[in-house]
């Protein structure tokens, strides 16, 4: 006997979440291991952190780290972590009132927002965007708005940018080095925001997980370190990315004590702390000499090389990175409507995964797609071999449509 379906009405979840999408990046990592590509969507290395953190976590499980720790960061981590980020900016940190340690960046910045933002407060978030910038303020209750950078060179416009600050912002975010575009703000750009920011009383919101990660001739600039920006800052950033730990999820937010005291509350009552053991292995990380830093760009000047050599023989343009380690590939010759579809051709057709460029721009933009170059050379050869694929796909545009009709995109 069947049961009669009763339709009672059932309780509707909060009509914010409908304003934006599951993650479209992670996404592509899962639709990418499902047909086998190289993941050169979500961002994140394919090699082992550096010896030291390994060692650290060796002891970290033998050590008394397996409780909470203080809500606000590991008192050891915390150290070392104001002493790098002295070291860096020149500014004066005190761990106990300066720093709340969060779980990666992507909780920081969560945390910064709704530190700044009351509902129905606006914040200004430069296209394109990292997609959580959106997500955040919505989740905030406030509501973004969108100043453009235009490719290739990705520049904003000073009337756009004073024009979104007369409509009293209560932050801007500053994703720098900036994913996904490659730009690095200069000093003059970053005082020219933190001018206007002043000037309307809005707090800047800098995420910086790729700090350590610039190109030569482009220099890394603090924004909380320029002259009088600091008490209008709540920098954001992670351990992620600078030493290769982006499952370990550790990230910072670093502001002036006030503000710092209510992000504590935020970060409290959404995480209590990230995890203990890890912040201790993480502490040998944070204590390498600033030779390990000269390293690392030099890792990734290379890998950068390496993957754009391979870019350059498909005869398609792309965005050359002044800083982090993704490319946006026009692939508007390859005459995809629909940049989604044309992601999915990339997994399945070429077996390279990135990520639809439309879901880091604000208005409709079909032509990019994000990938990144964080992998062993072997990786990137094997992924550069594949795509050298993609001329004999230009030089015959035929063979687009008719791969398109076989694999039913
Ligand atoms: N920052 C990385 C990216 O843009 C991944 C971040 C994440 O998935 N949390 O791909």
Redesign the pocket.
């Known amino acids: 006997m069947r049961l009669a379906i009763l339709r009672l009405p059932m309780p509707q979840t909060a009509s914010r979440l409908h304003a934006f999408t599951e ?1 479209v ?2 996404g592509m990592s899962r639709l990418s291991s499902r047909h086998g590509a190289i993941n050169l ?4 290395p394919d090699f082992d952190p550096p010896e030291p953190l390994l060692a650290g976590l060796e002891r970290a499980t033998r050590g008394p780290h397996h409780q909470y720790s203080v809500t606000w960061g590991a008192p050891r981590f915390r150290n070392a972590l104001a002493a790098k980020i002295q070291r860096d900016t020149g500014l004066e940190v005190d761990p106990d009132r300066h720093l709340v340690v969060t779980c ?1 960046s ?1 909780e920081a910045m969560m945390v910064a927002m709704m530190t700044a933002c009351d509902p129905g407060d606006r914040v200004v978030v430069f296209s394109p965007f ?1 997609e959580n910038y959106a997500a955040d303020a919505i989740l905030s209750g406030a509501e973004p708005i969108y100043v453009p950078m235009e490719p290739p060179d990705f520049r904003y416009r000073r009337e756009a940018l004073e024009k979104a600050f007369e409509r009293k912002p209560k932050a801007i975010v500053v994703c720098n080095p900036s ?2 575009t490659g730009k690095v703000f200069t000093r003059e750009e970053l005082t020219e925001i933190l001018a206007l920011a002043e000037r309307h009383d809005a707090f800047v919101i800098l995420d910086e ?1 790729y700090e350590h990660i610039v190109y030569e001739p482009h220099r890394h600039v603090y924004g909380a370190a320029l002259p009088g920006a600091f008490e209008r800052t709540i920098t954001c950033n992670s351990l992620s990315k600078t030493y290769s730990i ?1 499952g370990w999820r550790l990230g910072y937010v670093f502001a002036r004590p006030e503000v710092v005291a209510q992000a504590r509350k935020v970060h409290d009552f959404l995480t209590v702390g990230a995890a203990a053991p890890l912040q201790e292995a993480a502490v040998a990380g944070l204590e390498m000499p600033p030779s390990y830093y000269d390293d690392l760009r030099r890792l990734y000047t290379r890998k950068r090389d390496v993957f754009l050599g391979y870019l350059r023989r498909t005869g398609l343009p792309f965005t050359e990175p002044q800083g982090a380690y ?1 490319v946006m590939l026009d692939i508007s010759v390859l005459g995809f409507e629909d940049d989604v579809r044309a992601a999915e051709w990339f997994i399945r057709e070429i077996g390279v995964a990135g ?1 639809p460029g439309s879901s880091f721009f604000r208005h409709p933009e079909h032509r990019f797609l994000r990938l ?1 170059f964080a992998k062993r050379e072997e990786t990137l050869v094997a992924a550069g071999e594949r795509l050298e694929k993609l001329a004999g796909y230009i030089a015959d545009p035929s063979r687009v449509l008719e791969s398109r009709k076989r694999l039913g995109l």
């Open positions: 993650s990046i992670r969507a979500q961002g994140f990666g992507t990292y994913n996904p997980p982006t993704y990520v990144h």
